[in-house]
């Protein structure tokens, strides 16, 4: 089991995709993507692009190495660790090409599988994040996209 702390970075292993923004990681932790939301891909609620979130993580994330970065908050009201995933570690993580190339919480967001959310605290990475929304948002990209609609269309003939 890989698990390694640097300054504020820890290397862990992603084991299991929970939806298209939580992940549970090596060591057990369910961890909650900090600056996205993603729409709902639980067997009890699914909302439009929410499997392809969830897809789009698991393709990305499962049974690899990551690195997890705390912004302000340690966890949510449940429990949840609240983190910037990294696919790789930074050099300098305030840069904006670093951010969209190495940043699993901006990726999700340039693909248009999430929206940037602020959670008051934790904002460090919030202006890069509804930057690159607007971004996502300009080239119509996954839930921005024109066929949105198609995810709500069904037919009632029999």
Same mark, same amino acid.
Do not use: C, H
């Given at each position: 089991? #890989? /698990?390694?702390?640097?300054? $504020? +970075? /820890?290397?862990?292993? !992603?084991? &299991?995709?929970?939806?298209?923004?939580?992940?549970? %990681?090596?060591? @057990?932790?369910? !961890?909650? +993507? %900090? @600056?996205?939301?993603?729409? /709902?891909?639980?067997?009890?609620?699914?909302?439009?692009? @929410?499997?392809?979130? &969830?897809?789009?993580?698991?393709? *990305?994330? +499962?049974? =690899?190495?990551?690195?997890?970065?705390? $912004?302000?908050? $340690? !966890?949510? #009201?449940?429990?949840?660790?609240?983190? #910037?995933?990294?696919?790789?570690?930074?050099?300098?993580?305030? $840069? #904006?090409?670093?951010?969209?190339?190495?940043?699993?919480?901006?990726?999700?967001?340039?693909? @248009?599988?999430?929206?940037? =959310?602020?959670?008051?605290?934790? %904002?460090?990475?919030?202006?890069?994040?509804?930057?690159?929304?607007? /971004?996502? &948002?300009?080239?119509?990209?996954?839930?921005?996209?024109? &066929?949105?609609?198609?995810?709500?269309?069904?037919?009632?003939? *029999?």
């Amino acid at each position: 089991m #890989i /698990e390694e702390k640097t300054n $504020d +970075l /820890e290397l862990v292993i !992603v084991i &299991k995709v929970i939806d298209g923004d939580t992940i549970v %990681v090596s060591d @057990g932790r369910r !961890v909650r +993507l %900090v @600056g996205v939301n993603t729409p /709902e891909a639980s067997y009890y609620k699914k909302e439009p692009y @929410g499997i392809q979130a &969830k897809n789009y993580t698991t393709y *990305k994330l +499962l049974g =690899k190495s990551v690195w997890l970065q705390r $912004d302000v908050s $340690d !966890v949510d #009201i449940y429990n949840r660790s609240l983190r #910037i995933v990294w696919l790789e570690k930074p050099v300098k993580s305030m $840069d #904006i090409v670093e951010i969209r190339e190495k940043m699993f919480n901006a990726q999700l967001v340039l693909e @248009g599988l999430a929206e940037a =959310k602020a959670y008051i605290p934790d %904002v460090t990475y919030n202006r890069f994040l509804i930057r690159f929304m607007g /971004e996502a &948002k300009e080239t119509r990209r996954g839930m921005w996209g024109s &066929k949105i609609i198609e995810m709500y269309s069904f037919s009632l003939d *029999k």
